[in-house]
């Protein structure tokens, strides 16, 4: 399976990259800066030059052709409103145009857990970053798409477990950006898991269990 990832050279798309690549499948792995082609290679993905931001649409699907699926992980990570709107808003909704032109089907978007951050002072950048996330999704889910929305709770940066928590919905909670990874692999490897918003925090249940359970 080729699979274009929008993100790739991020803190969940890099740990995705090579989990794809000893599964046997092809990451085509878009990056924004000269210096992240080598490290994706490395890692097992075949590197695409391309700024999410600066691309239009025809750009790229280019890009996205002969691809079985897309992931989008790509994220303005706190950088600002406008960032925000342009990247997470306005670059996921042209990211499904551009799989749409390029026959894609296959579409699989990283969101954002409804509870998140909710035990701080509101603050305007992260409740637009709430807003975009919720309005994409929603675009997402009319666009004809083979797609599914994982929504993972706070990201850390520790060790994957292999084990977590899924569910249509679910009590708030925190999960490794390694854990994120591998259940965006097994994602991709079932098929049979389509037009659903899946939620995701740290569990007690292996990864293929909870997704072979949501199949069933």
Do not use: C
Not at 7 to 26: D, E, M, T, W, Y
Not at 70 to 85: K, Q, S
Not at 129 to 144: A, H, I, P
Not at 164 to 188: E, K
């Amino acid at each position: 399976m080729k699979v274009f990832i929008i993100g790739a050279a991020g803190k969940v798309g890099s740990r995705l990259v090579p989990l794809l690549a000893q599964a046997g499948h092809a990451p085509l792995a878009m990056h924004r800066k000269p210096e992240q082609a080598e490290a994706l290679a490395e890692a097992g993905g075949v590197p695409v030059a391309g700024d999410i931001v600066a691309l239009d649409e025809e750009a790229l699907a280019t890009r996205m052709a002969g691809a079985d699926a897309v992931v989008f992980t790509a994220g303005a990570g706190g950088a600002g409103i406008a960032l925000t709107n342009a990247i997470d808003g306005e670059g996921l909704v042209k990211a499904i145009a551009a799989a749409k032109r390029a026959g894609v089907a296959r579409f699989v978007l990283v969101s954002a857990f409804p509870e998140a951050g909710r035990n701080a002072p509101p603050r305007e950048g992260f409740e637009n970053y709430m807003r975009v996330k919720k309005e994409t999704d929603w675009k997402l889910t009319r666009s004809g798409l083979d797609w599914v929305i994982l929504r993972p709770g706070t990201l850390t940066l520790g060790e994957g477990t292999g084990t977590v928590r899924l569910g249509l919905a679910l009590p708030y909670g925190s999960v490794s950006r390694q854990d994120v990874a591998a259940t965006l692999l097994g994602i991709l490897e079932r098929p049979g898991l389509s037009q659903v918003i899946l939620e995701l925090t740290e569990g007690d249940t292996s990864i293929n269990a909870a997704l072979d359970a949501m199949v069933s």
